[in-house]
């Protein structure tokens, strides 16, 4: 299959995909090359806010977004660190850069920065990521696993985690209920 470039892509994961981490899921593509992929799942909250993650982190924060503010399950590789999907990109510790508007930083004055007060304009934090080894997206395109869109900055940061999978599919002019759950090709 010929390689294709998804950086800044969404991966919608159509009704058939049985494999319980990606399931119903909008991953958000942060890097995509001749080497693999990496990306977040950015519809899927997990059970911890960003004051509960600052606080086993010993960050102190007097900020009330923290304590409302949902934690994603970015995938299941090491999900014992943190990502933070972020507008603009900045200059952090370690931030790489997805493209001229949007960075993924893994480095902890970030979360130090959010705890102060002076976090990115947008955010989503992220425990654990989603890779792929080099050609794996692309097969599984071929066996309609996935459909692609280019992504929207407005679903991940703007639109609560239960509404970003059905905005993304709008992209598309898709209605994601009409997807059927049967695979072929035509």
């Not at 923290?66 to 370690?94: A, C, E, N, Y």
């Not at 705890?115 to 425990?127: D, I, T």
């Amino acid at each position: 299959m010929q390689s294709v470039d998804l950086t800044h892509h969404f991966l919608i994961a159509m009704p058939a995909m049985t494999d319980p981490f990606f399931a119903k899921t909008l991953t958000y593509i942060c890097e995509h090359s001749d080497q693999g992929a990496l990306g977040l799942v950015v519809n899927r909250p997990i059970d911890l806010t960003l004051k509960d993650l600052l606080d086993q982190l010993d960050i102190s924060s007097d900020d009330q977004l923290t304590r409302r503010f949902p934690i994603m399950f970015g995938g299941p590789i090491q999900l014992d660190r943190g990502f933070v999907l972020h507008q603009p990109v900045g200059k952090w510790q370690s931030t790489m850069a997805v493209n001229d508007d949007v960075g993924l930083t893994t480095s902890l004055d970030i979360l130090r920065a959010i705890a102060n007060g002076e976090s990115p304009r947008q955010l989503l934090v992220a425990l654990g990521y989603s890779g792929w080894a080099p050609g794996q997206i692309e097969h599984e395109l071929s066996q309609n696993a996935w459909l692609t869109v280019p992504a929207s900055p407005a679903i991940i940061f703007e639109l609560p985690a239960e509404e970003r999978l059905t905005a993304a599919m709008q992209l598309l002019g898709v209605d994601f209920s009409s997807l059927s759950d049967e695979v072929g090709h035509a």
